[in-house]
């Protein structure tokens, strides 16, 4: 299923459960508007009707009353009219839905419309005993037809009161049933939409994380990406994959040839430098701005070689075939050697070089000195000759931490940027004050030979009247021996306590 198919389908039924209360909802409204609508019209028919039926009665009391008296005909057709509305109005009271309530009123109204046409009849007939006689009973049967008006209004009121009961319980009832389903609905949708989510948003950072690590060099895609999935982020994974299998070859193919360049170079470039010696050594008799030139020529032709060199170091470890050479070595000796190979280049720029090993410091440890001392430290060194002005100091110590044994390279020079210092050890990274450490490529073999050696480097943060500072972190011995840790997990001790640097 399609990453658009699975979203599509996500929404259909997040939608969907969010309809089933609100379709649930709507049928209680309606239901309850019936009942409002049905309690409504059928009480106010009741009413109106049980009201005109008491006006009627109330009127046949007085009509008759003045028609006995006075015998007026038109009285008594008005009192016949009265009687056939009085029928008429029950038994359309009898086809409400309160017609159950007219049982008991339905024999009294028949007796009032009987003992009306009687009267009636008795009256014409100049019986005036009789239909006094008549008369009263009608009155006795008006008077039971009042209270029953007032019996039936009771209870035509107490019904509608039980309809409105029925109303509001289920107008409540509805309202609990739509919360429940509603609060049910946000987490059946809440569920869902996690679920989906996350089944989009755990590869993808798994993707994210493999991109980050082939940024920072790690050409190769992890095992654990979606390579599986029938969708868009598993052609992305394997779309991934296959980038970075190219991105290695050619990473390869580029180590290969700058190793194989440099080797061609390093030939030519030393008869340069070898004949460089000859003609300065030999030409005794040339000019001195001639020797000056000859004596140049040597000199950057050693620095061509010194760069080649690195370029094949370079290449050699990003093939990983550099081999180191691991001796036993002894620090004072190793320091008091490092002190001796740079003190000239530092006298001669004006500068101080201090060497200081601590007391505590193993008397031998294991690693390659000449690495070290070159490539390491050396680079450390000169970059901070050539950027400590004069009558400055640089600081080279040795000391002894918990793991292993440390170096710390300190100058008085202008120090790193902030905005370059986490960049110094990347490859070919030439601006401004990274340039000047080591032109592209110094500190990164060098973070590379150290790393090589079970240990990491580190620029510090600064100290007050100082400029940069590097600490350089190593076991005493990179293959076990006298360190317990292995390599991997000093370095990741030595990283942990980079924030604990003093």
Same mark, same amino acid.
């Given at each position: 299923m399609s990453v658009r198919t699975r979203l599509l389908s996500m929404f259909g039924l997040v939608t969907g459960i969010m309809l089933v209360p609100s379709v649930f909802t709507a049928?209680?409204?309606?239901?309850?508007?019936?009942?409002?609508?049905?309690?409504?019209?059928?009480?106010?028919?009741a009413v109106t009707s049980l009201g005109r039926m008491q006006r009627i009665v109330t009127d046949l009391d007085r009509l008759e009353?003045?028609?006995?008296?006075?015998?007026?005909?038109?009285?008594?057709?008005?009192?016949?009219?009265?009687?056939?509305?009085?029928?008429?109005?029950?038994?359309?009271?009898?086809?409400?839905?309160?017609?159950?309530?007219a049982s008991e009123l339905t024999p009294i109204l028949d007796d009032i419309a009987t003992l009306t046409e009687e009267v009636d009849a008795q009256v014409r007939q100049r019986r005036l005993d009789a239909a006094t006689s008549r008369f009263g009973m009608l009155l006795t049967r008006l008077g039971l037809a009042d209270r029953g008006f007032r019996v039936v209004?009771?209870?035509?009121?107490?019904?509608?009161?039980?309809? #409105?009961?029925?109303?509001?319980? #289920?107008?409540?009832?509805?309202?609990?049933?739509?919360?429940?389903?509603?609060?049910?609905?946000?987490?059946?949708?809440?569920?869902?939409?996690?679920?989906?989510?996350?089944?989009?948003?755990?590869?993808?950072?798994?993707?994210?994380?493999?991109?980050?690590?082939?940024?920072?060099?790690?050409?190769?895609?992890?095992?654990?990406?979606?390579?599986?999935?029938?969708?868009?982020?598993?052609?992305?994974?394997?779309?991934?994959?296959?980038?970075?299998?190219?991105?290695?070859?050619?990473?390869?193919?580029?180590?290969?040839?700058?190793?194989?360049?440099?080797?061609?170079?390093?030939?030519?470039?030393?008869?340069?430098?070898?004949?460089a010696e000859i003609l300065r050594d030999e030409l005794n008799d040339l000019p001195e701005h001639h020797r000056d030139m000859i004596r140049a020529v040597g000199d950057q032709s050693k620095e061509m070689a010194r760069r080649v060199s690195r370029l094949m170091d370079l290449s050699r470890l990003e093939a990983g075939t550099y081999q180191l050479q691991f001796d036993p070595i002894t620090p004072r000796c190793f320091m008091a050697d490092l002190r001796s190979t740079?003190?000239?280049?530092?006298?001669?720029?004006?500068?101080s070089l201090e060497v200081d090993v601590a007391d505590g410091v193993p008397s031998e440890v294991v690693m390659d000195g000449d690495i070290m001392r070159d490539e390491v430290l050396g680079n450390l060194i000169l970059n901070a000759i050539r950027h400590t002005p004069g009558r400055g100091r640089i600081a080279v110590s040795l000391d002894r931490d918990e793991h292993g044994i440390r170096f710390r390279v300190t100058d008085?020079?202008?120090?790193?940027?902030?905005?370059?210092?986490?960049?110094?050890?990347?490859?070919?990274?030439?601006?401004?004050?990274?340039?000047?450490?080591?032109?592209?490529?110094?500190?990164?073999?060098?973070?590379?030979?150290?790393? #090589?050696?079970?240990?990491?480097?580190?620029?510090?943060?600064?100290?007050?009247?100082?400029?940069?500072?590097?600490?350089?972190?190593?076991?005493?011995?990179?293959?076990?021996?006298?360190?317990?840790?292995?390599?991997?997990?000093?370095?990741?001790?030595?990283a942990g306590a980079e924030e604990r640097v003093a």
């Amino acid at each position: 299923m399609s990453v658009r198919t699975r979203l599509l389908s996500m929404f259909g039924l997040v939608t969907g459960i969010m309809l089933v209360p609100s379709v649930f909802t709507a049928s209680r409204l309606s239901r309850l508007s019936d009942v409002a609508s049905e309690g409504r019209t059928n009480h106010a028919a009741a009413v109106t009707s049980l009201g005109r039926m008491q006006r009627i009665v109330t009127d046949l009391d007085r009509l008759e009353r003045s028609f006995v008296a006075t015998g007026n005909a038109n009285l008594g057709r008005t009192a016949a009219e009265r009687t056939d509305s009085l029928r008429a109005l029950l038994e359309a009271f009898r086809a409400s839905s309160y017609g159950t309530l007219a049982s008991e009123l339905t024999p009294i109204l028949d007796d009032i419309a009987t003992l009306t046409e009687e009267v009636d009849a008795q009256v014409r007939q100049r019986r005036l005993d009789a239909a006094t006689s008549r008369f009263g009973m009608l009155l006795t049967r008006l008077g039971l037809a009042d209270r029953g008006f007032r019996v039936v209004a009771d209870s035509i009121d107490a019904r509608a009161r039980a309809e #409105l009961s029925r109303a509001e319980a #289920l107008s409540a009832s509805a309202r609990m049933q739509t919360l429940y389903g509603v609060d049910l609905a946000l987490i059946l949708a809440l569920v869902f939409t996690g679920l989906t989510t996350h089944g989009l948003i755990a590869p993808l950072r798994r993707l994210g994380r493999a991109m980050a690590a082939v940024a920072d060099g790690v050409l190769r895609a992890p095992d654990d990406l979606p390579y599986d999935r029938n969708d868009e982020i598993g052609d992305l994974s394997s779309s991934f994959d296959v980038m970075t299998r190219k991105l290695a070859a050619l990473d390869r193919k580029k180590s290969e040839f700058l190793c194989m360049v440099s080797h061609e170079l390093k030939t030519p470039i030393n008869v340069i430098s070898a004949y460089a010696e000859i003609l300065r050594d030999e030409l005794n008799d040339l000019p001195e701005h001639h020797r000056d030139m000859i004596r140049a020529v040597g000199d950057q032709s050693k620095e061509m070689a010194r760069r080649v060199s690195r370029l094949m170091d370079l290449s050699r470890l990003e093939a990983g075939t550099y081999q180191l050479q691991f001796d036993p070595i002894t620090p004072r000796c190793f320091m008091a050697d490092l002190r001796s190979t740079f003190r000239r280049l530092a006298e001669d720029k004006g500068v101080s070089l201090e060497v200081d090993v601590a007391d505590g410091v193993p008397s031998e440890v294991v690693m390659d000195g000449d690495i070290m001392r070159d490539e390491v430290l050396g680079n450390l060194i000169l970059n901070a000759i050539r950027h400590t002005p004069g009558r400055g100091r640089i600081a080279v110590s040795l000391d002894r931490d918990e793991h292993g044994i440390r170096f710390r390279v300190t100058d008085t020079g202008p120090g790193i940027a902030e905005n370059h210092r986490a960049h110094i050890f990347q490859k070919h990274y030439t601006a401004d004050r990274a340039r000047a450490v080591g032109s592209g490529l110094g500190l990164a073999i060098a973070k590379e030979m150290v790393e #090589l050696h079970g240990g990491i480097i580190v620029l510090e943060d600064p100290m007050p009247g100082w400029g940069a500072r590097f600490r350089v972190s190593l076991p005493v011995e990179p293959h076990g021996g006298d360190v317990e840790l292995p390599a991997q997990s000093f370095v990741e001790h030595a990283a942990g306590a980079e924030e604990r640097v003093a």
